[in-house]
C-alpha cells in the first residue's frame, strides 16, 4: 500500500494550474484494456451491460506535472435509475446533439456508492483523483476523431474541478487520449506517455 | 458533532482536508452550516450538479426538503459525492 501523502505533498496540488499529465504506458494499456473489452461486449460480473468505458484517474502531484498511478474502473450505471434518469434525460434533451442513438439509450452515470469506494481507495493509498476518463466510439462529421469533449461533457464536467480524459476509440487500431480541465477546450494539458523516454499520444 | 468527507475537487477550498467536523442535528442542519463555513462550495447549490450524500455508508435517498427529519449524531460519518456521468 502507498504511504499517505504529506502535507506539502497535498498543499501542492492545483489541478487546474498542471501543465503536463505523465501517464506509464501501463496505465495507459489499463485504459485501452478496459475500453476495448467494453466494445468487445466482454463484461464482468456486477458490471452494467453497456459498451461504455469510463472510470477514475488517480496520482500524484509533482509541481505542475500530474502523474498518473492509478485507473479506477467504474462497473456501474446508474443512468436509468431514478432519480437519476430524470436529472439525465433533462441534461441530454438540453444539452446533447442529436445522433443515430436515440437520447434515451445514450450518456452514463457512475453509481455513487462504487465512486465512493474508488475515492476511499484513493485515500487510503495517498492519491489525488486528477480526473475522469470515458470513450468516444462514433464518428461525427465535424468531429471524426472524437478525441475532445463534446458541450455535454462539458455540461456535465462544469465545476468538477476535474480534468475530462476523453479517450477517442472511433478507429481501435489508433487510439487517443487528451485531457481537459473541466471538458474545456481551452484548458487542454498535453498527455505525455512514459515508456523509457517520453512521448506525446495525442 | 458529525464528520463531513470533503469531496476530492472541493479539499483545496477546505484546506486540503479531508473531512471537516460540522455541528448540526439532522442533515439539513449539517450541509447548511457546511455551505456557510465553506462558502466555495457552492457546486453543492448548482442545480446542474447532482450530488449524492451518505450517512455512514447509506445512501441518502430522501429528498432535500425532508433532510431536516433525519437526525445525525457526534459519531456519523457524512460523505459527499459527486457523480461523474457523460454522455
Redesign the interface.
Known amino acids: 500500500m502507498r504511504r499517505n501523502a504529506t502535507a506539502q505533498e497535498i498543499n501542492m496540488i492545483l489541478l487546474e494550474q498542471a501543465q503536463e499529465i505523465i501517464c506509464p504506458e501501463s496505465k495507459w494499456q489499463e485504459v485501452l484494456e478496459h475500453c476495448k473489452r467494453k466494445l468487445a461486449g466482454d463484461y464482468l460480473p456486477g458490471e452494467s451491460r453497456m459498451p461504455r468505458a469510463y472510470g477514475v484517474v488517480a496520482g500524484i502531484q509533482h509541481g505542475p506535472a500530474l502523474e498518473v498511478e492509478r485507473i479506477l474502473p467504474i462497473k456501474k450505471n446508474v443512468r436509468d435509475q431514478e432519480p437519476y434518469k430524470t436529472y439525465m434525460d433533462k441534461i441530454m434533451k438540453q444539452y446533447a446533439l442529436p445522433s443515430k442513438t436515440p437520447l434515451s439509450k445514450r450518456g452514463w452515470m457512475t453509481d455513487p456508492a462504487e465512486l465512493k469506494a474508488c475515492y476511499e481507495e484513493c485515500d487510503r493509498e495517498g492519491l489525488v483523483v486528477f480526473g475522469t476518463y470515458h470513450m468516444h466510439v462514433v464518428p461525427w462529421e465535424h468531429d471524426p476523431l472524437r478525441d475532445r469533449p463534446t458541450r455535454l461533457d462539458m455540461v456535465l464536467a462544469r465545476n468538477s474541478r476535474l480534468f475530462s480524459f476523453i479517450v477517442s476509440m472511433v478507429d481501435v487500431a489508433l487510439p487517443r487520449m487528451r485531457a481537459f480541465y473541466e471538458a474545456l477546450e481551452a484548458r487542454e494539458v498535453p498527455i505525455l506517455i512514459q515508456e523509457g523516454e517520453l512521448a506525446q499520444i495525442a | 458533532m458529525p464528520r463531513v468527507i470533503i ?6 477550498y477546505a484546506d ?1 482536508q ?1 473531512e471537516v467536523v460540522i455541528d448540526g442535528d439532522n442533515l439539513k442542519e449539517t450541509i447548511e452550516r457546511l455551505l456557510q463555513q465553506y462558502p466555495e462550495f ?2 453543492l447549490n ?1 442545480d ?3 450530488v ?1 450524500v ?1 450517512i455512514n ?1 447509506y ?1 441518502v435517498r430522501a429528498a432535500f426538503e425532508k433532510w431536516g427529519e433525519l437526525a445525525v449524531d457526534r459519531d456519523d460519518e457524512i ?1 459527499l ?7
Open positions: 469531496p476530492f475537487p472541493l479539499r483545496k486540503n479531508r457552492k457546486t448548482d446542474a450538479v447532482f449524492s451518505f455508508h445512501l460523505s459525492v459527486i457523480p461523474i456521468a457523460g454522455g
